[in-house]
Protein backbone atom coordinates (compact mmCIF):
# COMPACT_ATOMS: atom_id res chain seq x y z
CA UNK A 1 0.00 0.00 0.00
CA UNK A 2 1.13 3.87 -0.85
CA UNK A 3 0.92 4.70 3.13
CA UNK A 4 2.70 1.64 4.22
CA UNK A 5 5.29 2.75 1.47
CA UNK A 6 5.46 6.36 2.86
CA UNK A 7 5.52 5.68 6.12
CA UNK A 8 8.39 3.14 5.97
CA UNK A 9 10.70 5.76 4.79
CA UNK A 10 9.08 9.08 6.59
CA UNK A 11 11.79 11.40 8.25
CA UNK A 12 11.69 11.78 11.92
CA UNK A 13 10.96 15.72 11.18
CA UNK A 14 8.62 15.17 9.14
CA UNK A 15 7.01 12.53 11.72
CA UNK A 16 6.83 15.07 14.24
CA UNK A 17 5.16 17.76 12.36
CA UNK A 18 2.53 15.05 11.65
CA UNK A 19 1.99 14.43 15.50
CA UNK A 20 1.62 17.63 16.35
CA UNK A 21 -1.04 18.24 13.50
CA UNK A 22 -3.00 15.54 14.58
CA UNK A 23 -2.26 15.77 18.54
CA UNK A 24 -1.95 19.47 19.36
CA UNK A 25 0.62 21.90 20.24
CA UNK A 26 3.78 20.36 22.19
CA UNK A 27 2.50 16.87 21.65
CA UNK A 28 5.20 15.34 19.63
CA UNK A 29 8.15 15.45 22.68
CA UNK A 30 5.71 13.62 24.51
CA UNK A 31 7.04 10.83 21.43
CA UNK A 32 10.74 11.78 21.09
CA UNK A 33 13.49 9.66 22.44
CA UNK A 34 15.53 12.22 23.75
CA UNK A 35 19.72 12.51 23.33
CA UNK A 36 19.93 9.48 21.09
CA UNK A 37 22.46 9.90 18.58
CA UNK A 38 23.15 8.10 15.39
CA UNK A 39 25.88 5.52 15.09
CA UNK A 40 26.26 6.32 11.28
CA UNK A 41 24.73 9.48 9.75
CA UNK A 42 23.07 7.73 7.12
CA UNK A 43 21.29 4.70 9.36
CA UNK A 44 17.37 4.89 9.12
CA UNK A 45 14.73 2.45 10.43
CA UNK A 46 11.28 1.90 11.48
CA UNK A 47 9.83 -1.21 13.37
CA UNK A 48 7.96 -2.20 16.27
CA UNK A 49 9.29 -1.90 20.20
CA UNK A 50 11.71 -5.15 21.26
CA UNK A 51 12.23 -3.37 24.99
CA UNK A 52 14.27 -4.72 27.24
CA UNK A 53 15.16 -2.89 30.80
CA UNK A 54 18.32 -2.98 32.57
CA UNK A 55 18.93 -2.29 36.33
CA UNK A 56 21.28 -3.56 39.14
CA UNK A 57 20.38 -6.58 40.55
CA UNK A 58 19.80 -6.90 44.66
CA UNK A 59 22.80 -9.36 44.68
CA UNK A 60 25.24 -11.18 41.80
CA UNK A 61 23.60 -14.10 40.51
CA UNK A 62 25.08 -16.18 38.02
CA UNK A 63 21.70 -16.60 36.73
CA UNK A 64 21.34 -12.60 36.07
CA UNK A 65 23.77 -13.65 33.08
CA UNK A 66 21.37 -16.25 31.04
CA UNK A 67 18.24 -14.08 31.60
CA UNK A 68 20.23 -10.77 30.15
CA UNK A 69 21.43 -12.46 27.27
CA UNK A 70 18.85 -14.57 26.63
CA UNK A 71 16.61 -11.55 26.74
CA UNK A 72 19.11 -10.18 23.35
CA UNK A 73 18.77 -13.18 21.96
CA UNK A 74 15.17 -13.25 22.10
CA UNK A 75 14.63 -10.28 20.17
CA UNK A 76 12.36 -11.20 16.91
CA UNK A 77 13.66 -10.32 13.19
CA UNK A 78 12.62 -7.15 12.30
CA UNK A 79 12.24 -5.42 15.34
CA UNK A 80 14.36 -2.24 16.85
CA UNK A 81 15.46 -2.99 20.44
CA UNK A 82 15.02 -0.19 22.90
CA UNK A 83 17.28 -0.19 26.17
CA UNK A 84 16.56 1.25 29.32
CA UNK A 85 19.01 1.70 31.48
CA UNK A 86 17.70 2.64 35.11
CA UNK A 87 20.83 2.40 37.20
CA UNK A 88 24.50 2.05 36.92
CA UNK A 89 25.13 -1.24 36.01
CA UNK A 90 29.21 -1.23 36.00
CA UNK A 91 29.27 -0.11 31.98
CA UNK A 92 27.92 0.02 28.53
CA UNK A 93 24.90 -2.32 27.63
CA UNK A 94 25.78 -2.85 24.12
CA UNK A 95 29.15 -3.12 22.70
CA UNK A 96 30.29 -5.51 19.49
CA UNK A 97 29.82 -8.80 20.13
CA UNK A 98 26.04 -8.24 21.30
CA UNK A 99 25.88 -5.93 18.40
CA UNK A 100 26.88 -8.75 16.25
CA UNK A 101 24.49 -11.14 17.53
CA UNK A 102 21.69 -8.74 17.33
CA UNK A 103 22.32 -8.10 13.58
CA UNK A 104 22.44 -11.86 12.81
CA UNK A 105 18.94 -12.81 14.09
CA UNK A 106 18.00 -9.57 11.44
CA UNK A 107 16.41 -7.00 14.30
CA UNK A 108 15.88 -3.56 12.57
CA UNK A 109 18.11 -1.69 14.72
CA UNK A 110 18.93 -1.04 18.65
CA UNK A 111 18.20 2.27 20.59
CA UNK A 112 20.04 2.50 24.07
CA UNK A 113 19.17 5.13 26.55
CA UNK A 114 22.24 4.41 28.34
CA UNK A 115 26.05 3.82 27.42
CA UNK A 116 27.60 1.77 24.68
CA UNK A 117 30.96 0.91 23.96
CA UNK A 118 33.31 -0.89 21.27
CA UNK A 119 32.24 1.99 18.73
CA UNK A 120 34.56 0.48 15.65
CA UNK A 121 33.26 -3.26 16.76
CA UNK A 122 29.45 -1.14 16.61
CA UNK A 123 29.97 0.24 13.45
CA UNK A 124 31.81 -3.10 11.68
CA UNK A 125 29.27 -5.82 13.19
CA UNK A 126 26.10 -4.25 14.23
CA UNK A 127 22.56 -2.89 13.04
CA UNK A 128 21.89 -0.01 13.05
CA UNK A 129 22.41 2.03 16.27
CA UNK A 130 21.22 5.15 18.42
CA UNK A 131 22.59 5.39 21.90
CA UNK A 132 22.99 7.89 24.62
CA UNK A 133 26.85 7.76 25.60
CA UNK A 134 29.86 5.96 25.02
CA UNK A 135 32.10 4.52 27.54
CA UNK A 136 35.12 2.19 27.57
CA UNK A 137 33.58 0.32 30.78
CA UNK A 138 32.42 -2.98 30.53
CA UNK A 139 28.68 -4.10 31.62
CA UNK A 140 28.67 -6.49 35.04
CA UNK A 141 26.44 -8.82 33.88
CA UNK A 142 25.83 -10.94 37.29
CA UNK A 143 24.87 -7.64 38.79
CA UNK A 144 22.30 -6.69 36.52
CA UNK A 145 18.68 -7.31 36.27
CA UNK A 146 16.53 -7.74 33.57
CA UNK A 147 13.49 -7.58 32.03
CA UNK A 148 11.72 -7.89 28.70
CA UNK A 149 8.94 -6.74 27.13
CA UNK A 150 7.82 -4.31 29.27
CA UNK A 151 6.97 -0.42 29.14
CA UNK A 152 9.65 0.88 29.26
CA UNK A 153 10.09 5.46 30.55
CA UNK A 154 12.85 6.79 28.23
CA UNK A 155 13.77 10.07 29.16
CA UNK A 156 9.89 10.35 29.97
CA UNK A 157 8.72 8.71 27.23
CA UNK A 158 6.34 5.91 27.41
CA UNK A 159 7.49 3.19 25.24
CA UNK A 160 5.35 0.11 25.11
CA UNK A 161 5.90 -3.71 23.48
CA UNK A 162 4.99 -3.58 19.82
CA UNK A 163 4.99 0.39 19.53
CA UNK A 164 6.23 1.62 16.06
CA UNK A 165 9.95 3.09 16.79
CA UNK A 166 11.31 5.36 13.87
CA UNK A 167 15.17 6.60 13.90
CA UNK A 168 17.69 8.33 11.98
CA UNK A 169 20.00 11.22 11.46
CA UNK A 170 17.73 13.45 13.42
CA UNK A 171 17.13 11.10 16.56
CA UNK A 172 14.45 8.69 17.38
CA UNK A 173 10.25 9.09 17.75
CA UNK A 174 8.00 6.58 18.89
CA UNK A 175 4.21 6.15 17.91
CA UNK A 176 1.58 3.50 19.33
CA UNK A 177 1.25 0.98 16.46
CA UNK A 178 -3.32 2.31 16.64
CA UNK A 179 -2.06 5.72 16.23
CA UNK A 180 -0.62 4.96 12.40
CA UNK A 181 -3.52 5.12 10.52
CA UNK A 182 -4.44 8.38 11.28
CA UNK A 183 -0.72 10.04 10.67
CA UNK A 184 -0.49 8.48 6.93
CA UNK A 185 -2.27 11.04 5.15
CA UNK A 186 -1.00 13.74 7.70
CA UNK A 187 2.53 13.06 6.88
CA UNK A 188 1.68 12.85 3.65
CA UNK A 189 0.34 16.67 3.79
CA UNK A 190 3.14 17.44 5.33
CA UNK A 191 5.54 16.54 2.94
CA UNK A 192 3.66 17.92 0.21
CA UNK A 193 3.81 21.60 1.72
CA UNK A 194 7.47 21.02 2.38
CA UNK A 195 7.78 20.61 -0.94
CA UNK A 196 5.73 23.92 -1.79
CA UNK A 197 7.90 26.14 0.56
CA UNK A 198 11.16 24.64 -1.22
CA UNK A 199 9.96 25.55 -4.94
CA UNK A 200 9.06 29.37 -3.46
CA UNK A 201 12.12 29.55 -1.50
CA UNK A 202 14.16 28.28 -4.64
CA UNK A 203 11.94 31.28 -6.57
CA UNK A 204 13.54 33.53 -4.60
CA UNK A 205 10.59 34.54 -2.07
CA UNK A 206 11.01 35.24 1.59
CA UNK A 207 10.33 33.26 4.72
CA UNK A 208 7.80 35.08 5.19
CA UNK A 209 6.11 35.41 1.68
CA UNK A 210 6.82 31.70 1.52
CA UNK A 211 5.59 30.32 5.11
CA UNK A 212 2.33 32.92 4.98
CA UNK A 213 1.52 31.27 1.25
CA UNK A 214 -1.99 28.88 1.60
CA UNK A 215 -0.91 25.12 0.75
CA UNK A 216 -2.11 24.33 -2.77
Known amino acids: MAEDKLMATIATPVLSNAVERLEGPW ?4 HALRGMAPLRRGDAVRGPAYTIRLRRAAKPAAANVEVLLRAYDDAPAGSVVVVEVVDDVGGAVLGDIIAHRLKAIRVAGVVVAGPVRDLIGLE ?3 PPIWYAQATML ?3 MAETATEAQVELSVGGTRVAP ?3 VFADIDGAFVVPK ?3 GALAP ?4 VIAREEQWHRSLAAGRSLLETLRTPAS
Open 178 to 180: ATM
Open 124 to 126: EFG
Open 186 to 189: IAAG
Open 162 to 164: GDL
Open 138 to 140: GLE
Open 27 to 30: SPGA
